[in-house]
């Protein structure tokens, strides 16, 4: 059962550009969480998705951030018009459920953008 | 507001030797707790969480923590650290999913 997969694992964007994020959750698991750490920061929740659901976007960005999880593929953060602030790494975790306290969230290596 | 503060950004010790990595929560965090790994080029992986019952938490590969309420702590610790714990330590609050971390604790052992 392969893990959380998280492509790409480095990018590379200007000043401008637009950077899409995948996230593939766990077989089997509905629920998608997206977390980003800032340069010597620690991991901030962003938004929590079910399928076709957002459920919690109150870690998001007012302007320039979405993310959507389709009933087939991948989770998808869209980042509109990069700026350098943008840089960090951005994780995806995913669950079977909400979690209940038996439940665990999975997490993916992570993608490093990078805004040049 | 919601904080998790991890008091060292980094922490060397000798392999054998024990150590303690050290965790403090804010009392608006919810008294779940979590501590998370993550080895070099890899994910977040889930080393032991407290979620009630005894105060003493044990996780894997040796690990275990310990729930203090009234010093707002849930530090860290093993008796005998090896090579292979080189890795970033997480302390998180909250609920499953939606968590608060602290700045990582990048602990380095060396032979």
């Known amino acids: 059962n392969a893990g959380v997969m998280q492509n790409p694992r480095h990018l590379v964007r200007r000043r401008g550009q637009e950077a899409r994020l995948r996230c593939s959750p766990m077989?089997?698991?509905?629920?998608v969480y997206w977390y980003r750490q800032l340069p010597e920061e620690g991991l901030k929740f962003m938004v929590y998705?079910?399928?076709?659901?957002?459920?919690?976007e109150s870690g998001m960005p007012k302007e320039r951030f979405s993310a959507e999880f389709p009933k087939e593929g991948p989770s998808i953060l869209r980042i509109q018009q990069v700026v350098r602030g943008d840089s960090a790494a951005y994780f995806c975790?995913?669950?079977?459920?909400?979690?209940?306290?038996?439940?665990?969230?999975?997490f993916g290596q992570g993608t490093r953008l990078t805004v040049v | 507001a919601q904080s998790v503060t991890q008091l060292d950004s980094q922490v060397p010790v000798f392999e054998e030797a024990p150590v303690e990595l050290r965790c403090n929560y804010s009392s608006s965090v919810s008294v779940y707790l979590f501590w998370y790994v993550q080895y070099p080029n890899q994910g977040l992986q889930l080393l032991l969480k407290?979620?009630?019952?005894?105060?003493l938490v044990k996780g894997i590969n040796g690990f275990e923590a310990e729930f203090n309420k009234s010093q707002t702590s849930f530090h860290l610790r093993k008796p005998s650290v090896h090579i292979s714990d080189t890795a970033e330590y997480f302390c998180a609050g909250g609920s499953n999913y939606k968590l608060t971390f602290g700045k990582g604790t990048l602990l380095t052992v060396n032979p």
């Open positions: 975790a995913s669950s079977p459920d909400r979690g209940g306290t038996d439940t665990e969230a999975f």
């Open positions: 077989k089997g698991h509905s629920h």
């Open positions: 998705l079910q399928k076709e659901n957002i459920i919690d």
């Open positions: 407290y979620l009630s019952g005894s105060t």
